[in-house]
C-alpha cells in the first residue's frame, strides 16, 4: 500500500502509552454524546463567548448570556471539560477556551463537517451495519425511498441541501484555482465535465478561459439545478448540458465534438470499483490520443497530514450508510487498478492541491 510519510509514520506503530489508549476507546465509546455537546455548544454561542474574553466566564455569566437554564449549561460545560474544548480555573471558577475549543469554533473545515455529520449523516448511522451487510445505502431511508442519494438531492430538505453543498463545495472549491493551471495548462478548447453537478466548475473554467467551451454530463434533474445557478452568468452561453445516468453502462457520453479535456472532481467516489471501470471505459471510447482524462480526488493515502486522511476514511462511511452503499474515498492503488482495467494509463499526478486533492491525469 502506498502511504504518505505523514500516514506511514502514524499507521505502522503504536504510539499511545495504554491510559491514552484506553481514554480513546472511552471516547469512541461516549461520541454520540461528544459530537452533540460540540455541537451544541457552537450553536448556543457558549464558545463563541468563552472565546471573546480574556478572564474566562462563571456558570452563573453564561447563564445569562445564553438565556439556558443552569442545569443546561452545566451539563454542557462539565462534558466539554471532559472532552477537552474547554478549560477552567478552579480558584474563580471560570471557564476559557482550549485549543481544541478554539479549533472547533474557528477551522472552517471542522464547522463544514460538522454540520454536514448532523443534518446528513448522523440519524441514519444507525442503521450503518445494515448498509454494511447489505451494500445498500440503508441509512437514507430517513430521507427518501431513492435507491441513491443524488436522485433525491434536489428534493433533499432546504437544510440538508445546504450542508451536503457546503461539505461538497468547500473542498472542492479551495482546490478550483491549482486545478485550473493544472488543466488550462494543456490549453483545451473543449472540456466535458463528468458528474458537474451545479456548473461551478464550469462557470470557473469559462471566467479562467474566454474561449473554452464546456458541456455537463449528469442527472437531467441535476442539469436542471445547474441551469439555474448558471443561467445570466458571464460564459454561461458556452455551457450546455448532458443528461445521462451514469450507472447505465448502456449510455456512452457524447459523441457531437472532440473533447481535449474529459474532467472528472470529486466524482469517482460515489461509484463502486466496477461501476468506475464502466465508467472510465466509456470515457476511453470517446477519447483520442490527443486526449486527456484528468481525475481530481482526494486519495487518502497520498494526504500530507494525518487529519486529513481521518476526514477522508470517515467520509467513506457517508458513502456506505447514506449515499450509495458501495464506494469510497478511494487510495492511489484502487484508482490506478481502475484506470488500467479501463485501457487507460497514467500520464503524471499532481499532489496537495487545495485541501488535499490529488489530479491524475490519463491518455489512452
Not at 289 to 305: G, P, V
Request: net charge negative; aromatic share 10%.
Amino acid at each position: 500500500m502506498h502511504l504518505s510519510p505523514a500516514l506511514a509514520e502514524r499507521y505502522t506503530q503504536e504510539r499511545m502509552t495504554a491510559p491514552e489508549a484506553q481514554r480513546l476507546a472511552q471516547f469512541i465509546a461516549w461520541s454520540p454524546m461528544v459530537f452533540q455537546v460540540s455541537r451544541l455548544m457552537v450553536k448556543f454561542g457558549i464558545l463563541d463567548l468563552l472565546r471573546d474574553t480574556n478572564e474566562g466566564l462563571t456558570r452563573a455569566e453564561l447563564v445569562e448570556k445564553t438565556g439556558l437554564s443552569d442545569y443546561a449549561v452545566k451539563v454542557l460545560l462539565e462534558g466539554s471539560l471532559s472532552i477537552g474544548t474547554v478549560l477552567i480555573n478552579p480558584e474563580t471558577d471560570r471557564y476559557s477556551l482550549s485549543k481544541a475549543g478554539w479549533f472547533l469554533l474557528n477551522d472552517a473545515s471542522t464547522r463544514v463537517n460538522m454540520a454536514f455529520n448532523h443534518d446528513v449523516n448522523y440519524e441514519g448511522l444507525f442503521h450503518l451495519e445494515e448498509a454494511l451487510k447489505e451494500g445498500t445505502p440503508a441509512g437514507l431511508k430517513h430521507f427518501g425511498s431513492w435507491p441513491t442519494l443524488y436522485e433525491g438531492l434536489s428534493r433533499l430538505p432546504e437544510q440538508v441541501q445546504s450542508s451536503w453543498f457546503g461539505f461538497d463545495h468547500f473542498y472542492s472549491d479551495a482546490s478550483f484555482p491549482a486545478a485550473l493551471e493544472v488543466v488550462f495548462g494543456y490549453h483545451p478548447h473543449t472540456l466535458l465535465d463528468v458528474g458537474g453537478n451545479t456548473g461551478k466548475w464550469a462557470m470557473q473554467c469559462v471566467s479562467y478561459d474566454q474561449q473554452v467551451e464546456v458541456t455537463i454530463v449528469d442527472l437531467p434533474q441535476q442539469l436542471e439545478m445547474m441551469r439555474q445557478q448558471t443561467q445570466g452568468k458571464p460564459g454561461a452561453d458556452r455551457i450546455s448540458g448532458y443528461g445521462m445516468n451514469l450507472l447505465d453502462s448502456s449510455k456512452d457520453f457524447p459523441t457531437d465534438r472532440h473533447y481535449d479535456i474529459i474532467w472528472m472532481s470529486q466524482f469517482l467516489d460515489c461509484f463502486s470499483m466496477p461501476e468506475i471501470v464502466s465508467i472510465l471505459k466509456r470515457a476511453s471510447k470517446i477519447m483520442d490520443s490527443e486526449s486527456r482524462l484528468c481525475i481530481m480526488e482526494t486519495l487518502w493515502d497520498r494526504q500530507k497530514y494525518e487529519t486529513s486522511a481521518l476526514c477522508l476514511t470517515m467520509t467513506s462511511v457517508y458513502f456506505t450508510d447514506i449515499a450509495n452503499g458501495n464506494s469510497k474515498m478511494y487510495n492511489t492503488e484502487d484508482m490506478e487498478s481502475c484506470i488500467l482495467s479501463a485501457g487507460l494509463h497514467i500520464e503524471e499526478i499532481h499532489d496537495n492541491l487545495g485541501h488535499g486533492h490529488s489530479i491524475i491525469v490519463c491518455r489512452k
